[in-house]
Protein backbone atom coordinates (compact mmCIF):
# COMPACT_ATOMS: atom_id res chain seq x y z
CA UNK A 1 0.00 0.00 0.00
CA UNK A 2 1.23 3.22 -0.71
CA UNK A 3 2.62 5.57 2.37
CA UNK A 4 3.74 8.94 2.66
CA UNK A 5 4.77 9.76 6.51
CA UNK A 6 5.54 12.67 7.91
CA UNK A 7 7.65 12.98 11.31
CA UNK A 8 5.13 14.99 13.66
CA UNK A 9 1.20 15.48 12.98
CA UNK A 10 1.65 18.50 15.64
CA UNK A 11 4.66 20.96 16.89
CA UNK A 12 4.76 23.78 18.87
CA UNK A 13 7.92 26.01 18.26
CA UNK A 14 8.61 29.57 19.30
CA UNK A 15 9.50 32.59 17.12
CA UNK A 16 12.91 32.27 15.68
CA UNK A 17 13.45 28.41 16.12
CA UNK A 18 14.91 26.60 13.17
CA UNK A 19 11.92 23.84 12.31
CA UNK A 20 12.58 20.73 10.40
CA UNK A 21 9.37 18.31 8.66
CA UNK A 22 10.59 15.58 7.66
CA UNK A 23 9.01 13.68 4.86
CA UNK A 24 9.34 9.97 3.96
CA UNK A 25 7.57 8.10 0.59
CA UNK A 26 7.89 3.94 0.26
CA UNK A 27 6.64 4.25 -3.59
CA UNK A 28 10.16 4.76 -5.24
CA UNK A 29 8.77 8.47 -6.76
CA UNK A 30 10.84 10.96 -8.61
CA UNK A 31 8.29 13.88 -7.05
CA UNK A 32 7.92 15.19 -3.89
CA UNK A 33 5.92 18.12 -2.70
CA UNK A 34 5.64 20.61 0.11
CA UNK A 35 2.25 22.15 0.47
CA UNK A 36 0.79 24.51 3.29
CA UNK A 37 -2.63 24.83 4.09
CA UNK A 38 -4.67 27.71 5.65
CA UNK A 39 -8.52 28.07 6.02
CA UNK A 40 -10.23 29.60 2.93
CA UNK A 41 -6.61 29.63 0.76
CA UNK A 42 -6.67 25.92 -0.34
CA UNK A 43 -3.26 24.30 -0.67
CA UNK A 44 -0.20 26.34 -1.79
CA UNK A 45 2.73 24.68 -3.36
CA UNK A 46 5.94 25.85 -1.01
CA UNK A 47 8.60 23.87 -3.11
CA UNK A 48 8.94 20.76 -5.63
CA UNK A 49 11.58 18.69 -5.55
CA UNK A 50 11.97 16.05 -9.04
CA UNK A 51 14.92 14.25 -8.53
CA UNK A 52 17.53 13.63 -5.70
CA UNK A 53 19.04 17.23 -4.82
CA UNK A 54 16.85 19.02 -7.51
CA UNK A 55 14.58 21.39 -6.34
CA UNK A 56 11.67 24.17 -7.85
CA UNK A 57 10.27 27.15 -5.80
CA UNK A 58 6.88 26.83 -5.70
CA UNK A 59 4.29 29.99 -5.52
CA UNK A 60 5.46 30.87 -1.68
CA UNK A 61 9.02 29.97 -1.10
CA UNK A 62 9.53 32.46 1.24
CA UNK A 63 11.03 31.77 4.58
CA UNK A 64 11.29 28.15 3.87
CA UNK A 65 14.12 26.06 2.55
CA UNK A 66 14.52 22.01 1.43
CA UNK A 67 16.93 19.08 1.53
CA UNK A 68 16.82 16.32 -0.85
CA UNK A 69 19.47 14.10 -0.02
CA UNK A 70 17.77 10.64 -1.11
CA UNK A 71 14.88 9.47 -2.88
CA UNK A 72 12.21 8.85 -0.89
CA UNK A 73 13.06 11.61 1.48
CA UNK A 74 11.68 15.20 1.68
CA UNK A 75 12.98 17.61 4.23
CA UNK A 76 11.36 21.34 4.68
CA UNK A 77 13.36 23.75 6.69
CA UNK A 78 12.02 27.02 8.10
CA UNK A 79 15.11 28.52 9.29
CA UNK A 80 13.90 31.01 11.77
CA UNK A 81 10.16 30.52 12.53
CA UNK A 82 7.40 33.16 12.51
CA UNK A 83 4.16 33.01 13.55
CA UNK A 84 2.96 33.52 10.17
CA UNK A 85 4.28 30.40 9.56
CA UNK A 86 1.59 28.60 11.76
CA UNK A 87 -0.20 26.39 9.80
CA UNK A 88 -1.01 22.27 8.40
CA UNK A 89 1.87 21.47 5.87
CA UNK A 90 1.40 18.38 3.89
CA UNK A 91 3.52 16.87 2.14
CA UNK A 92 2.92 14.65 -1.36
CA UNK A 93 5.11 12.45 -4.17
CA UNK A 94 3.98 11.35 -6.97
CA UNK A 95 5.56 9.62 -10.34
CA UNK A 96 7.35 11.82 -12.90
CA UNK A 97 5.23 12.58 -15.89
CA UNK A 98 7.89 13.03 -19.07
CA UNK A 99 7.11 14.60 -22.19
CA UNK A 100 4.48 13.52 -23.36
CA UNK A 101 3.18 11.84 -20.46
CA UNK A 102 0.12 13.58 -18.84
CA UNK A 103 0.58 13.91 -15.23
CA UNK A 104 -0.37 11.60 -12.31
CA UNK A 105 -1.80 11.88 -9.20
CA UNK A 106 -0.10 13.14 -5.87
CA UNK A 107 -0.41 10.62 -2.47
CA UNK A 108 -0.33 12.98 1.03
CA UNK A 109 0.91 12.19 4.23
CA UNK A 110 -1.42 12.71 7.07
CA UNK A 111 -0.04 16.54 7.84
CA UNK A 112 1.99 18.40 10.55
CA UNK A 113 -0.21 21.34 12.23
CA UNK A 114 2.76 23.64 13.10
CA UNK A 115 2.23 26.01 15.36
CA UNK A 116 4.55 29.20 15.83
CA UNK A 117 3.87 31.13 19.31
CA UNK B 1 -1.46 31.39 -7.47
CA UNK B 2 -4.86 29.64 -7.11
CA UNK B 3 -6.17 28.52 -10.38
CA UNK B 4 -9.23 26.39 -9.81
CA UNK B 5 -12.05 27.68 -7.64
CA UNK B 6 -14.68 25.64 -6.11
CA UNK B 7 -18.59 26.09 -6.13
CA UNK B 8 -20.30 26.01 -3.49
CA UNK B 9 -17.81 26.96 -0.57
CA UNK B 10 -19.96 24.58 1.46
CA UNK B 11 -22.58 21.96 1.11
CA UNK B 12 -25.34 20.85 3.48
CA UNK B 13 -27.27 17.47 2.36
CA UNK B 14 -29.20 14.62 3.52
CA UNK B 15 -28.15 11.11 3.41
CA UNK B 16 -29.04 9.12 0.17
CA UNK B 17 -29.02 12.88 -1.72
CA UNK B 18 -26.96 13.86 -4.60
CA UNK B 19 -24.09 15.78 -3.86
CA UNK B 20 -22.82 18.24 -6.74
CA UNK B 21 -19.45 20.26 -6.97
CA UNK B 22 -18.40 22.73 -9.27
CA UNK B 23 -14.73 23.78 -10.31
CA UNK B 24 -13.93 26.38 -12.59
CA UNK B 25 -10.16 27.17 -13.94
CA UNK B 26 -9.00 30.15 -15.87
CA UNK B 27 -6.05 28.78 -18.13
CA UNK B 28 -5.40 25.83 -20.48
CA UNK B 29 -5.01 22.40 -18.49
CA UNK B 30 -3.59 18.74 -19.20
CA UNK B 31 -5.78 17.13 -16.05
CA UNK B 32 -7.97 17.98 -13.50
CA UNK B 33 -8.30 16.10 -10.52
CA UNK B 34 -10.54 15.14 -7.31
CA UNK B 35 -9.76 15.25 -4.04
CA UNK B 36 -11.34 14.78 -0.54
CA UNK B 37 -9.76 15.70 3.01
CA UNK B 38 -11.56 14.24 6.06
CA UNK B 39 -11.10 16.60 8.73
CA UNK B 40 -7.27 17.72 9.81
CA UNK B 41 -5.95 14.76 7.75
CA UNK B 42 -4.24 14.53 4.57
CA UNK B 43 -5.44 14.68 0.89
CA UNK B 44 -7.06 11.26 -0.37
CA UNK B 45 -7.04 11.33 -4.52
CA UNK B 46 -10.38 10.60 -5.40
CA UNK B 47 -10.08 10.62 -10.15
CA UNK B 48 -7.64 12.01 -12.53
CA UNK B 49 -9.66 12.78 -15.75
CA UNK B 50 -7.47 14.24 -18.79
CA UNK B 51 -8.35 17.22 -21.04
CA UNK B 52 -9.36 14.50 -23.85
CA UNK B 53 -12.00 12.60 -21.34
CA UNK B 54 -15.79 14.31 -21.04
CA UNK B 55 -16.53 12.11 -18.51
CA UNK B 56 -15.28 9.71 -15.47
CA UNK B 57 -17.11 6.85 -13.17
CA UNK B 58 -15.15 5.58 -10.07
CA UNK B 59 -18.22 4.10 -7.90
CA UNK B 60 -20.30 6.32 -6.61
CA UNK B 61 -18.37 9.34 -8.06
CA UNK B 62 -18.79 11.42 -11.47
CA UNK B 63 -16.48 13.54 -12.85
CA UNK B 64 -17.12 15.89 -16.09
CA UNK B 65 -14.94 18.14 -17.76
CA UNK B 66 -15.88 20.88 -20.09
CA UNK B 67 -12.68 22.28 -21.39
CA UNK B 68 -14.22 24.97 -23.61
CA UNK B 69 -16.34 26.38 -20.63
CA UNK B 70 -13.68 25.50 -18.50
CA UNK B 71 -15.12 23.88 -15.82
CA UNK B 72 -15.70 20.89 -14.16
CA UNK B 73 -17.93 18.92 -12.11
CA UNK B 74 -17.94 16.02 -9.34
CA UNK B 75 -21.08 13.99 -8.45
CA UNK B 76 -21.45 12.13 -5.53
CA UNK B 77 -24.32 9.70 -5.43
CA UNK B 78 -26.31 8.38 -2.57
CA UNK B 79 -24.33 10.24 -0.49
CA UNK B 80 -23.38 8.45 3.31
CA UNK B 81 -22.60 10.04 5.87
CA UNK B 82 -18.82 8.97 5.64
CA UNK B 83 -18.53 11.15 2.37
CA UNK B 84 -18.64 14.16 5.03
CA UNK B 85 -15.76 16.18 4.11
CA UNK B 86 -13.43 19.07 2.35
CA UNK B 87 -13.43 18.19 -1.70
CA UNK B 88 -10.96 20.11 -3.64
CA UNK B 89 -10.32 19.68 -7.44
CA UNK B 90 -6.50 20.60 -9.09
CA UNK B 91 -5.31 21.01 -12.02
CA UNK B 92 -2.61 20.16 -13.78
CA UNK B 93 -0.67 21.61 -16.59
CA UNK B 94 2.31 20.06 -18.70
CA UNK B 95 4.36 19.01 -16.18
CA UNK B 96 4.45 17.82 -12.74
CA UNK B 97 2.90 20.41 -10.68
CA UNK B 98 -1.02 20.64 -9.34
CA UNK B 99 -2.44 23.61 -8.56
CA UNK B 100 -5.53 23.59 -6.06
CA UNK B 101 -8.46 25.36 -4.89
CA UNK B 102 -10.10 26.49 -1.40
CA UNK B 103 -12.18 23.34 -1.71
CA UNK B 104 -15.95 22.38 -1.10
CA UNK B 105 -16.66 21.48 2.33
CA UNK B 106 -19.52 18.97 2.44
CA UNK B 107 -21.64 17.54 5.06
CA UNK B 108 -24.19 14.82 4.90
CA UNK B 109 -26.24 14.39 7.77
CA UNK B 110 -28.14 11.37 8.74
Known sequence: ?117 | SQQGEEDPQALSIQEGENATMNCSYKTSINNLQWYRQNSGRGLVHLILIRSNEREKHSGRLRVTLDTSKKSSSLLITASRAADTASYFCATGRYGNKLVFGAGTILRVKS
Open chain 1, 1 to 117: DVKVTQSSRYLVKRTGEKVFLECVQDMDHENMFWYRQDPGLGLRLIYFSYDVKMKEKGDIPEGYSVSREKKERFSLILESASTNQTSMYLCASSLYGRAGRRGYEQYFGPGTRLTVT
